[in-house]
């Protein structure tokens, strides 16, 4: 492993040593510290497949290791940021005549780019690795693998949009389908969670949007039981809330899991008395979850009587509202200045 983030530092700094301008410089960042797709990322999904000793000791060499690239990183970025000043000096006069420029403010980050960040935050520090999948989904993966069949009302419930003149395609309805997609590529155990945009042909009110935000999230190992699912949502609750919060287990249905639950909490706007954001019942429906189901341990590749686990898809733009007091979900999207400018 020692020699891997070796090879990987020896990568960055023959990269670092070629930049130019700060165009290469975040094509550069993004290479090695993208969350998704960064080479220190992959690097961290060998935790998954090392002991509870193991994962401390690399855990504190990588992040060494991260926090002494970084460092060589910000250097970089003074190092260009003084180039272009003093280019700026030598060349550039000051016309006294032009009049005084209005105050640039800075930008910040959209409330939904916040709750994603801490939601991949509390998890990775959990050992769940951050994947993706494609939002133009096959009809296979979208429903079949995840034991949703043909005759199934479920694909009548959840309003698909389907692809003209391609039966077999469908915008995605869910970040289910990368369940399979991740069995199928990492086998088990496995530890994942997915967030990404989903759509569906919805009617528009405070807590429904045509277009919205899921995450997804699979554990696979043996002897899985309910407890480990329920201590997992309690974690995850808390480590993006900073509170306590009051939740229930109620039974559903899903098809990919079984048993199936509803995990709701209770609404953190009006304190459980009814609003526009919980639809006035005093909870929110936070996270549909179960055991996955035998036939799609079996899509992914596995054998059900070997594997066990659970899953669970959480709303995560109804718990950025619980988060930060929204009370109509349809603010998110609207582009709204005064609005954003809250955040």
């Excluded at 369940?179 to 945009?197: D, E, H, I, W």
């Excluded at 407890?227 to 480590?239: D, P, W, Y």
Aim: with cysteine; hydrophobic share 40%.
């Amino acid at each position: 492993m020692q020699e891997q983030l070796q090879k990987i530092k020896q990568e960055f700094l023959k990269g670092l040593v070629e930049i130019k301008d700060t165009l290469q410089l975040e094509k550069l960042e993004n290479e090695f510290f993208s969350r998704k797709s960064g080479k220190i990322n992959d690097v961290m999904q060998i935790l998954k497949d090392l002991s509870v000793e193991a994962k401390k000791e690399f855990g504190v060499l990588v992040n060494e290791f991260k926090k002494d690239l970084e460092e060589k990183l910000a250097e970089k970025k003074a190092e260009l940021a003084n180039e272009k000043l003093g280019n700026l000096i030598e060349t550039e006069s000051i016309d006294v005549t032009q009049p005084k420029l209005p105050k640039v403010e800075p930008g910040h980050l959209h409330p939904m780019t916040i709750v994603h960040n801490e939601l991949e935050d509390v998890f990775t520090s959990m050992g769940f690795m951050v994947l993706d999948g494609p939002e133009l989904e096959s009809d296979y993966y979208n429903f079949q693998a995840l034991n949703i069949p043909v005759t199934s009302p479920a694909r009548d419930t959840q309003d698909t949009f389907f692809i003209k003149d391609h039966a077999n395609w469908v915008m995605r309805t869910q970040t289910s389908p990368v369940q399979v997609r991740a069995m199928q590529k990492y086998g088990a155990p496995l530890r994942a969670v997915v967030p990404g945009r989903c759509f569906r042909n919805e009617a528009t009110d405070g807590s429904h949007e045509h277009t919205f935000y899921q995450l997804e999230g699979i554990v696979i190992d043996k002897e899985i039981s309910i407890a480990n699912l329920i201590g997992v949502m309690k974690e995850l609750l808390q480590g993006v809330l900073k509170r306590e919060v009051e939740v229930r287990l109620r039974p559903g249905h899903f098809d990919f899991v079984e048993p199936g639950f509803e995990l709701d909490m209770k609404c953190l706007i009006c304190g459980g008395s009814g609003c526009g954001a919980c639809k006035h019942s005093g909870w929110v429906e936070t996270l549909p979850c179960g055991l996955v189901h035998p036939e799609v341990i079996k899509a992914g590749g596995l054998d059900p009587k070997e594997w066990t686990g659970f899953a669970f898809g959480l709303g995560s733009m109804r718990l950025c509202m619980q988060k930060f007091g929204i009370e109509d979900i349809r603010h998110l999207h609207a582009g709204n200045i005064n609005f954003l400018k809250q955040f």
